[in-house]
């Protein structure tokens, strides 16, 4: 399984980012799938997941800001970022939900910055 993000970069507050992850190696369309980031000396959280049926779910520090979104083709997984805060910034990972996780990829960096 790979997991490739990317899409991140250097954005000032207020601003806006869509991030991309593809993925290989699995039946994408069959799995729950999901966005996680790990803030500069903190621990990797869970931002949003997004199921086989896009149904989807976030956490509340960016709800109404965040949309996950997935395209079963292409096998790829999607974040737009809104209303970018400085504390969004983070190393952005995608990976399965909990139970079906996979090797961890690199992830992509998304720096808020003025």
């Known amino acids: 399984v790979q997991l490739q993000a990317s899409g991140g970069g250097l954005v000032q507050p207020g601003g806006s980012l869509r991030v991309s992850c593809k993925v290989s190696g699995i039946n994408f369309r069959l799995y729950g799938i999901a966005w996680y980031r790990q803030p500069p000396g903190q621990e990797r959280e869970l931002v949003a997941d997004?199921?086989?049926?896009?149904?989807?779910n976030y956490v509340d520090a960016v709800k109404g800001r965040f949309t996950i979104s997935r395209d079963n083709v292409r096998r790829t997984l999607f974040l737009q970022m809104n209303s970018l805060k400085d504390e969004d910034t983070a190393r952005y990972y995608c990976?399965?939900?909990?139970?079906?996780?996979?090797?961890w990829g690199q992830g992509t960096q998304v720096t808020v910055s003025s």
């Open positions: 997004i199921a086989s049926d896009h149904t989807t």
């Open positions: 990976n399965g939900r909990a139970g079906d996780m996979f090797p």
